[in-house]
């Protein structure tokens, strides 16, 4: 069973950044990684994803450009880097594991989740 544990969270103002991680626990690191978010009253929404061992990312439309998924096998880490933050990121965000190597339906092969940090973006 993997564990995962986020941190990096907190309040930022609209155009900051923040860089969230998702630490690993187990005996390997070699299945997709990636982040949901679930904002007050909305459904949770896929955010972006990487494959092991990190070559291919995927995006949700509304990050794009602005959000960078990566990933540190040796540290078995998983990164969301968020720049040019905006109010409408405000949202849980949580780490989840899938139980493949790759992308493909990332979203329908999660096989764990992280306990979620906290993101605030102040206008």
């Known amino acids: 069973q993997v564990q995962l544990v986020e941190s990096g969270g907190g309040l930022v103002q609209a155009g900051g950044s923040l860089r969230l991680s998702c630490a690993a626990s187990?005996?390997?690191?070699?299945?997709?990684m990636g982040w949901f978010r679930q904002a007050p009253g909305k459904e949770r929404e896929f955010v972006s994803s990487?494959?092991?061992?990190?070559?291919?990312?995927d995006y949700a439309d509304s990050v794009k450009g602005r959000f960078t998924i990566s990933r540190d096998n040796a540290k078995m880490t998983a990164y969301l880097q968020m720049n040019s933050l905006k109010p409408e990121d405000t949202a849980v965000y949580y780490c989840?594991?899938?139980?493949?190597?790759?992308?493909?339906?990332?979203?329908?092969?999660?096989?764990?989740w992280g306990q979620g940090t906290q993101v605030t973006v102040s206008s």
């Open positions: 989840a594991a899938s139980g493949y190597p790759t992308t493909s339906d990332y979203a329908g092969s999660i096989r764990s």
């Open positions: 187990g005996r390997t690191f070699t299945y997709a």
């Open positions: 990487i494959n092991w061992p990190g070559g291919s990312t």
